[in-house]
């Protein structure tokens, strides 16, 4: 199962989705980077989950992008509650927007492993 709730995103461990992201009408440009992050808590400084996209491996049309998630990035996760949010970085860091601030990143149970 892979549900997204304003913007609490639901799992089960192991299943694999899309998670699509909104840049407003934004492409990224060549030094743009797209980040997606999940951590166990918003002071942790690991993360558990991180998906780059840049404009040389943009899935984006008209302003959109696509984050995939693998099996095995939650595979190991337990049953729980983490955060994740989405930066974008113009220009190698020029300038930095937080697309999504810390939000649930909710990881289900699964009886099928």
């Known amino acids: ?33 797209l980040t ?14 991180r998906k780059v996209i840049t404009h040389y491996n943009a899935s984006q049309h008209e302003g959109r992008a696509a984050f995939k998630l693998e099996s ?7 049953y729980d509650d983490y955060v994740y949010d989405v930066e974008l970085k113009i220009n190698g860091g020029e300038h930095v927007f937080t697309i999504i601030e810390p939000s649930t990143f909710r990881v289900m149970e699964e009886v099928s492993f």
């Open 1 to 33: 199962m892979f549900k997204i709730t304003g913007k609490t995103i639901q799992i089960t461990r192991g299943d694999t989705a899309v998670v699509e992201i909104s840049m407003n009408g934004y492409s990224l440009l060549p030094n743009d980077t």
């Open 36 to 49: 997606f992050t999940v951590k166990r808590g918003t002071e942790e400084l690991d993360y558990l989950i």
């Open 72 to 78: 095995e990035d939650t595979a190991e996760l337990r």
